[in-house]
């Protein structure tokens, strides 16, 4: 494991992601995690989910709030805010557009890991390579409780890695075959809460369990450039929102600053 942590934009092409401190200030994180304790709060008993390689009717868990940006305005509002898009801006250019999110929250003690995986093999609607997750810290995240890992530079040429099952208690059950020497590059993205961090949806990623006493919560936001990548939105499960810039596609719901959000939509 290597204790350097990328916090330079300029180096997110190369390496595959970024740490940015401190983009959401203390208040801000405090909302978020009453707005969290309240979806907690109201966790039905099923969830339907993506896992091993298909939609499933599984017990529910708080790793798999999927998709509350539609949903909840709260959401919504944090996927447009300015402190986050700049720092999305930075790696992908200034016409962005928010295409998934996902809060993912390890509880305290039995926390599900993520086997390694490529985020972008994922998503069969969406056609590019300019795609970044904001990986917004809810909770202060460190080793003990299971935060980000990434392996550096694996994104180098957008290789497309055969998945295979973990047969385990992870989230996804899938995983990529990673080498020993590949996983003693991996990189722990430790951070307080309020920090968020970058990663490529081609670079490798994962987390350990949370066998800590302290819940590890996250809220992942995921942005394209809106003028390279391409969205199937009849294919895509949720909306997609221009939030940044211009583009010429009236498939996508504008919430650029300074525009009413829409309905919640389900
Ligand atoms: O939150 C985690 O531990 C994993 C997150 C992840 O895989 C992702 O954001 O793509």
Redesign the pocket.
């Known amino acids: 494991m290597i204790d350097y942590c990328n916090t330079d934009p300029n180096a997110y092409a190369s390496e595959g992601y970024c740490l940015f401190h401190k983009a959401l200030n203390k208040e801000e994180i405090a909302a978020a995690r009453a707005e969290l304790d309240r979806l907690l709060g109201n966790l039905p008993q099923k969830q339907v989910v993506y896992k091993d390689g298909e939609n499933k009717e599984v017990d529910a868990r708080p790793e798999y709030l999927t998709e509350p940006h539609p949903k909840y305005p709260f959401w919504l509002e944090l996927c447009r805010h300015p402190r986050v898009l700049d720092a999305v801006e930075s790696v992908l250019g200034a016409n962005l557009i928010l295409i998934m999110s996902?809060l993912?929250v390890k509880r305290a003690s039995d926390g599900l890991s993520?086997a390694w995986?490529q985020?972008n093999t994922y998503w069969h609607s969406v056609k590019g390579t300019d795609i970044t997750?904001v990986?917004l810290a809810i909770d202060d995240t460190d080793r003990s409780n299971?935060c980000?890992q990434v392996i550096p530079c694996t994104h180098e040429g957008y290789p497309e890695l055969d998945k295979v099952s973990t047969g385990g208690q992870d989230l996804l059950g899938l995983t990529v075959e990673v080498t020993s020497e590949m996983e003693a590059a991996a990189v722990c993205l430790e951070m307080p809460a309020g920090s968020v961090s970058l990663?490529d949806s081609f670079v490798l990623?994962?987390?350990d369990a949370n066998t800590s006493g302290r819940r590890r919560a996250?809220y992942?936001m995921r942005y394209a450039n809106a003028k390279t990548v391409a969205v199937d939105t009849a294919q895509h499960w949720v909306p997609v929102y221009l939030v940044r810039g211009e583009i010429d596609n009236t498939d996508y719901i504008d919430i650029r600053p300074g525009r009413n959000l829409p309905e919640p939509n389900f």
């Open positions: 996902h993912i993520v995986h985020d997750t990986w299971g980000m990663h990623h994962g987390s996250a992942t």
